[in-house]
Nanobody, 117 residues
């Protein structure tokens, strides 16, 4: 059984910060590239940040300088630290895992982030 369980979402004022967590089970976490996606109301799901199994990171332009993705292989957990949040960051945030050497990928159920002005 594969599970990706997100947590840490909530309601925050503009300029505030949140840290999202995604706890993985049922996969060899260290061999998975991990990502955070988000989907706002009426929008397509978009990649926010990614981190490879080697620790290389990438970010959407909207996230650069404000968001930081990290992973703790000892805890099978990937994090997204979000600083200086803006109302346009309001979305459901999803954790995504892509195992090395296979066609399958996995999604969490999502956690809601709402940023008020």
């Amino acid at each position: 059984q594969v599970q990706l369980v997100e947590s840490g979402g909530g309601l925050v004022q503009a300029g505030g910060s949140l840290r999202l967590s995604c706890a993985a089970s049922g996969i060899t976490f260290s061999l998975n590239d991990m990502d955070w996606y988000r989907q706002g109301p009426g929008k397509q799901r978009e990649l926010v940040a990614g981190i490879t199994r080697f620790g290389t990171t990438n970010y959407a332009d909207s996230a650069k300088g404000r968001f930081t993705i990290s992973r703790d292989n000892g805890k099978d957990t990937v994090y997204l630290r979000m600083n200086n949040l803006k109302p346009e960051d309001t979305a459901t945030y999803y954790c995504h895992a892509k195992p090395l050497g296979g066609p399958k990928d996995y999604w969490g159920q999502g956690t809601q982030v709402t940023v008020s002005s």
